[in-house]
């Protein structure tokens, strides 16, 4: 039965469904005059939930409802980190929204469930949470992806986003029927990560058990866009509104990797011998095919599209070396990810209004003549996402590398760096384009006078800079929520 | 104030960029003089540094330590020796004469240019002071930034493919650097370099660390093979980029190897010293041949500088084959000490001619030695000028490219009479390329008539040429001061050289 605790621990959640529910009656009931309002309420409902998780952070791990969900550090850094970025994905996307007169409730309150989502994910003690969270995080996307049902790719880019998910989830699932039933033969069935913890021990059916993990491993692997599961990342980052893939780049990410880790090391910890290679194939598949095929891009939402592959098989280098040192680096780069991915993004949305979508590479030639100060928050997206130092990106691929290094797996790390130097190509040639080029004649090229988006989006890529240079305490928190 | 001698230094005109950036396009003079006083106000600490280095006691002094990332133990460790002083003051000095040789001949964006040029030499500074590997390593990388900018925004007509190959072929080098300093750190827990010239290490472990710290820092000298990204830099660079990029980023590479190759791995370093000295061999004959047949000045003095740079690598590699085979202190301190003074005078020597070259094309906007001939007609003074540091780049006595290359050949000598002989070419090959150029361009009948219309050096040109020939002359006629203020240094650096790790 549960208590009026379990109610408070869960009081983030709880609050951001009450609000979401909320903001829909809202929707429904105001003029339309009035609906730029609810652009605020949105940030300030986001806001008000970053002040929940840090006021309500617990001193140890904690969970309710029978274990179902758990609230520590791990998650309460990643949801503060999904309800920063989306909040800034609502400030970048306001102009976009008027200019293509998509502001409205159903943005803000998909959003928002999207997030509640996430921070199940994240917070997830049973299997059941994680596929809860899961399945609330996916179809507001998919919904959120065919938000501009008017325009041709976005439609297409949702049924192909839904068709591959669905797929995904149902592998999951399967995989997760597998663990269950391994974990009744032999003892009592269970979907308790905690319990799950030792089946390898115990179970009559360790076959099963490992077709279960390889299962599971799939709808990770999906959800984080790990080759060779990525099929579904260019066309959803092209055909989407560029908000939403602003927040699939970001949010979505952070709640990807807190999935992986809930499922891998609490459920699955026992058999990290066993997807640790795994999960290293998956990275070395992801960084070969990211940035190799990035560089042929000519569409710049394409080419983030396949750095963020690249990425994740970063992220799948710390994963994958399997200890508090490994998960600590992946969840900073994980973290680093979502702010870089937030700055590209948004200055792509800075570049975009009404009739011109900024989305070629192209489009953004000569940016440094029209708008020095856009080109350089590009230039320092950029080089954070090629992972130069002194900017965020560079020292999140230092973690990485040292975790596989420290996991003794020195020929993960070589495979990383020299798809590093591969990798930096398609970066420089944005810069190129911005600083090197003359602008065309044509040029359509004008920043958004928003005062908000500009101030945030300063701040979101300076934040790259300054982090570069004192990154001392996100990683110290990081490596406190793994106890080190 | 003198606490933080060194962080003034680096910090100063990295932040001073700023509102030289802010200055903006619309007023371009403002951040002519705003960059102006920055670099003269960095130049004025660095002599402060100066003073106050007590260069009789040696070693690392005026030592700044926080800890910066405190789970890793990774601290913001600054400090200088002789050597450090010495490129930190010519890094300083360059850094005023190619914001005047940029007064009006940028006239795209100016605040842009000069502030990349003041955060390139707050970063270079930085990189001569580090004394934590992964500080280092971080500003090592980051200088990449800015000039892949200058080179992109203000070089030639092939600038993005000279842009693009120098960033990734300098990357490419670097990030085995990294792998490199991530295992030591499995090892020592610590990124500090003085700890980690104490680690023990196995022969195997010293032969691989060896080579990613080779191709890091060969690839900055650059030494062959890996030199071809430098003829097409050069090129395409804006004179002001060529001329930091040979006078002082070049010199990353060989200070690389001083601070990194012999204190981490000196076994491996011993071992495979007659790789480091046969390819400084090849670089200074090889390349002095290739430079011959140049028909871009600039190119040629790219070349040239390879040339030159072997002579370094040769001195530092000269030094481990004297004192581990020979057990000739003294000799090997010779070698070591040439080398010193060949990367300040090669510094400025390379410099001043980029700058010759570029007062040329600034005029005639080509680079081909074949549109010029008989300069020397219409400009004179610069003539004496373009003739002085052609004598300085063949190593004529009495300028600063003599010293140094004599030093190095004589250790040379000491070690194996074959290998001096083969550095000894240099004086022919050397004489031979430059004298030739000096031939094509300055003597001769004027054939082509825009040369005729060339005018003479203005004042800003003439006080950037007056700078680099006192700088030249005053090196090459009484290196006495430069030798002093490295001396301790380099005696300590040769007695690492004998510490067996094994």
């Known amino acids: ?484 | 104030m003198f606490n933080h001698l060194l962080s003034l230094l680096i910090w100063l005109p990295v932040v001073g960029a700023i509102p030289v950036l802010l200055a903006g396009a619309a007023r371009p003079n403002l951040a002519r003089w705003l960059s102006m006083l920055v670099a003269v106000l960095t130049f004025v600490v660095s002599l402060f540094l100066l003073l106050q280095y007590n260069a009789d006691a040696g070693g690392m002094q005026l030592a700044e330590s926080y800890l910066w990332i405190a789970s890793w133990g990774v601290h913001y460790g600054l400090a200088v020796d002789g050597i450090s002083v010495a490129l930190i003051v010519m890094t300083t000095f360059v850094g005023i004469l190619v914001i005047a040789g940029a007064w009006e001949v940028i006239q795209d964006k100016p605040h842009q240019y000069m502030a990349a040029m003041l955060m390139l030499e707050g970063l270079l500074i930085g990189v001569f002071c580090a004394t934590d590997a992964l500080l280092f390593y971080a500003l090592f990388e980051a200088i990449l930034i800015p000039m892949f900018i200058l080179i992109g925004i203000w070089g030639g007509p092939r600038r993005v493919y000279a842009t693009l190959k120098f960033f990734i072929y300098t990357f490419f080098g670097s990030v085995f650097m990294l792998i490199a300093l991530l295992y030591l750190y499995q090892k020592a827990h610590t990124f500090d370099l003085a700890t980690l010239a104490a680690l023990p290490l196995t022969f195997k472990e010293q032969a691989w660390i060896f080579f990613a710290f080779l191709i890091a820092f060969a690839i900055k000298v650059p030494m062959v093979p890996v030199h071809t990204w430098l003829p097409d830099a050069h090129v395409e660079a804006p004179t002001g980029g060529s001329v930091v990029l040979a006078a002082v980023m070049l010199k990353v590479g060989t200070y690389g190897m001083l601070r990194f190759i012999l204190p981490i791995v000196p076994d491996a370093g011993a071992h495979f010293a007659w790789l480091i000295i046969a390819l400084s061999l090849i670089a200074i004959v090889y390349i002095g041949y290739v430079a011959l047949v140049q028909e871009d000045m600039k190119k040629l003095v790219a070349y040239s500088s390879v040339a030159h740079m072997g002579f370094v690598t040769l001195g530092i590699f000269i030094a481990f084959a004297l004192v581990r085979e020979q057990g000739s202190t003294d000799m090997a301190l010779l070698g070591m000490q040439g080398a010193m003074i060949q990367m300040i005078s090669h510094g400025f020597v390379s410099g001043a001619m980029f700058t010759c070259i570029g007062v040329m094309y600034d005029r005639l906007h080509t680079r081909q030695i074949k549109d010029y001939g008989g300069v020397i007609n219409v400009m004179p003074w610069f003539g004496f000028f373009y003739v002085l540091f052609a004598m300085a780049n063949c190593g004529l006595p009495g300028t600063s490219g003599f010293v140094g290359e004599f030093m190095v050949i004589l250790a040379s000598f000491a070690a194996n009479p074959w290998i001096a002989l083969f550095a000894a070419f240099t004086l022919i090959i050397g004489a031979a390329y430059t004298l030739w150029l000096v031939k094509r361009v300055l003597w001769g009948e004027i054939t082509n008539p825009h040369v005729a219309e060339m005018k003479e050096i203005n004042g800003r040109e003439t006080f950037v040429l007056v700078a680099f020939a006192a700088a030249v002359l005053a090196l090459g006629i009484w290196p006495q001061p430069l030798v002093h203020l490295m001396d301790s240094s380099v005696s300590q650096l040769v007695r690492q050289l004998a510490i067996h790790k094994i």
């Open chain 1, 1 to 484: 039965m549960p208590t009026i605790n379990d109610i408070l621990i869960l009081l983030p959640e709880f609050y951001l469904v009450a609000a979401a529910c909320l903001l829909l009656l809202l929707d429904a009931f105001m003029k339309s005059e009035q609906r730029p309002l609810l652009h605020w309420i949105s940030i300030a409902v986001l806001l008000v939930a970053i002040y929940l998780v840090i006021a309500g952070q617990p001193e140890q791990a904690i969970t309710a409802f029978g274990g179902m969900f758990v609230r520590d550090d791990v998650a309460e850094i990643l949801k503060v980190f999904a309800l920063g970025t989306t909040a800034m994905v609502f400030v970048y996307a306001r102009p976009y929204l008027i200019d293509r007169k998509l502001l409205g409730g159903e943005f803000y309150t998909l959003m928002i469930f999207a997030v509640i989502g996430i921070m199940l994910l994240v917070s997830a003690g049973n299997l059941v949470t994680v596929y809860l969270g899961l399945e609330l995080l996916s179809l507001s996307s998919y919904a959120l992806v065919a938000l501009n049902r008017d325009a041709k790719l976005p439609p297409e880019a949702a049924i192909k986003y839904f068709v591959l998910g669905a797929l995904a989830s149902g592998m999951l699932l399967y995989g997760m029927s597998m663990v269950y039933g391994a974990s009744g033969m032999g003892g009592t069935p269970s979907l308790d990560l905690a319990q799950l913890h030792n089946v390898m021990s115990y179970t009559t059916a360790p076959t099963l058990l490992l077709f279960g993990l390889i299962f599971m491993i799939v709808g990770i692997g999906f959800k984080l866009g790990a080759a060779p599961f990525h099929m579904w990342i260019p066309d959803v980052y092209q055909g989407a509104p560029t908000p939403v893939t602003t927040f699939i780049a970001s949010g979505s990410k952070l709640a990807a990797f807190g999935m992986a880790y809930r499922l891998l090391d609490a459920g699955m910890g026992d058999l990290s011998h066993h997807w640790q290679l795994m999960l290293a194939v998956l990275a070395v598949a992801s960084l070969a095919i990211g940035n190799l095929v990035a560089i042929v891009q000519t569409n710049l939402k394409r080419m983030l599209a396949y750095s963020t592959i690249s990425h994740m098989g970063y992220l799948l280098l710390g994963l994958s070396a399997a200890g508090p040192e490994g998960y600590a680096a992946a969840m900073f780069y994980a973290i680093c990810y979502a702010l870089m991915g937030v700055a590209a993004f948004g200055v792509m949305l800075a570049l975009t209004r009404a009739g011109f979508e900024c989305e070629e590479i192209a489009d953004l030639k000569g940016l440094n003549q029209k708008s020095p100060w856009m080109a350089f928050l590009m230039l320092l997206a950029m080089f954070s996402l090629a992972g130069v130092p002194p900017l965020f990106g560079f020292w999140a691929k230092v973690l990485v590398l040292e975790a596989a290094i420290h996991a003794n797996m020195l020929w993960l790390a070589i495979v990383g760096i020299v798809f590093a130097i591969i990798g930096l190509y398609y970066y420089l040639y944005v810069v190129k384009v911005m600083y090197f080029d003359k602008p065309a004649e044509d040029s359509a090229l004008q920043v958004q006078r928003d005062k908000p988006l500009r101030v945030v989006l300063s701040l979101n890529a300076l934040s790259l800079l300054v982090l570069g240079m004192y990154w001392g305490p996100l990683l110290g928190w990081c490596r406190r929520a793994f106890g080190l």
